[in-house]
């Protein structure tokens, strides 16, 4: 079975003959199966982008979402157009998937949790303006507790699927957020601490590496984006994280790659 990890790949950024150009490239690798580690449009295009790469390439689709994609919308609203899509499987809502007998595959979205690095840090994302959820929260202190809830709802939408996982060899987990501060990477370097408290989600980073610890005999892989960086973090012997990003020339939306394709 080939794989290809695509993440943060922005498609709204892109124009018509763009886009055709990037289906064309992720096509040429010949995937049977494409993984999507969430910032793949926005609220409003992200169904159809992800019906014209399943078109297009003839690849079974799984993915996770980021928080660009819930812009100019809510949280609820466009996880629930995820769970009804049939041209790609929302992994937050499909359980464990055997990809071949010895491994197996989950995924969740991950949120920054504001858990490390400097809190009061003067960052401002476009998350605060552009999804519902955090317009209606009155000060920082409220963005900063929704940001935390969110966080624990992933670690335990994360730890009841691990506890559906098999025993298989390998575990292959998708998310969106860097579930370590060493994973959340830019340019090369670990992010400052006035952007990891958003760009790393702690809560489920614990549950990953419970998980590693109590299941020696698994080895689990991480994929992830959303930093924008590319790097690979071993938190444990049997516990290994991909971050995906921009190759070093790029700095801008617009600029979708394929980050790896591998034989499973
Ligand atoms: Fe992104
Ligand atoms: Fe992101």
């Given at each position: ?76 609203t ?26 197996t ?11 490390c ?14 999804i ?8 920082v ?43 959340c ?36 892989m ?17 516990l ?25």
């Amino acid at each position: 079975m080939r794989c290809s990890w695509l993440t943060d790949i922005h498609l709204n950024f892109l124009k018509p003959l763009a886009l055709k150009g990037f289906y064309d490239r992720v096509k040429a690798e010949r995937p049977d199966a494409l993984f999507i580690t969430g910032d793949i449009a926005e609220s409003d295009t992200v169904a159809r982008v992800l019906h014209e790469l399943a078109q297009h390439t003839g690849a079974k689709v799984y993915f996770v979402l980021g928080n660009h994609d819930f812009y100019r919308s809510s949280i609820r609203t466009v996880r629930e157009d995820a769970q009804r899509m049939t041209a790609a499987t929302y992994l937050p809502v499909a359980d464990p998937i055997a990809l071949s007998p010895h491994m197996t595959l989950i995924g969740v979205d991950g949120w920054g949790d504001a858990r490390c690095g400097d809190t009061e840090s003067k960052v401002q994302l476009s998350d605060w303006q552009l999804i519902d959820d955090f317009r209606r929260c009155k000060d920082v202190a409220a963005r900063i507790e929704l940001l935390q809830r969110l966080g624990a709802n992933e670690a335990r939408a994360l730890r009841d699927k691990l506890a559906k996982v098999p025993p298989t060899p390998k575990l292959l987990v998708l998310t969106h957020v860097p579930p370590f501060p060493e994973a959340c990477v830019y340019a090369g370097e670990q992010s400052s601490p006035e952007w990891l408290p958003w760009f790393t989600c702690i809560a489920t980073g614990e549950v990953l590496r419970e998980h590693a610890a109590a299941h020696p005999a698994q080895r689990t892989m991480v994929l992830c984006g959303h930093a924008h960086g590319i790097g690979t973090h071993r938190p444990l012997p049997n516990l290994e994280v991909r971050t995906g990003g921009w190759p070093p020339d790029t700095q801008e939306y617009g600029n979708p790659v394929v980050q790896a394709t591998f034989e499973l």
